[in-house]
């Protein structure tokens, strides 16, 4: 929602008409920043891929992800699952470098800093569609499994940023509709 209204406040919703059909400035750039996410989304996977396997592994991977039919279709009609693909992969990325950072030895502030921004890919993922914070179970596991050292306090600082993002939907939540995220009991209960 806030990249979606950051785009839209600075567009104007006039239309075209070519060649027989209506189009709006707005379709264009909401395809066009779909695209962006899509090939965004793509560097991402080839540098985590690059990280876990090498470099056969992820250019295979980038082919992949580049002749996926839904993600295509997603980043041609600007849905959501662009931006939550390029938050998922900037996840397991994030963890991955806190874990591989770890093991040679860097400061605790390059690891606190990479578990931060994984926990923070999370809670704006979350922001964009709430089954996303689902993926903080398998965060949180992953941390407290592969950081025995200090696990607490690095479970603590990804629960923390996740709610730091979240606090703010869910005090306005709270006061616009008194339901933390926005739905009532009976909506909660069908959907």
Known sequence: PLVLSSLFHVLTANCDISRNARTLAADRVMMIFGWVLYLLGMVLLYLLAREMFDHR????S???YLFCNPLLEAAIAGLSWG???????????????AEKWQAEGRSAGWIYGALAVSALAVGLGTLTRYAFAAVLVPLLIYVGVSFPNRWRAKCGLCLLMFLLVLTPWVARNWMVSE???GLSRFEMLEG
Do not use: D
Request: proline content about 0%; overall charge positive.
């Open 57 to 60: 592994v992820a250019t295979m």
């Open 83 to 97: 931006l939550m693909s390029v938050l998922f992969l900037l996840t397991a990325y994030a963890v991955f470098k």
């Open 179 to 181: 339901t933390l995220f």
């Open 62 to 64: 980038v082919f992949l």
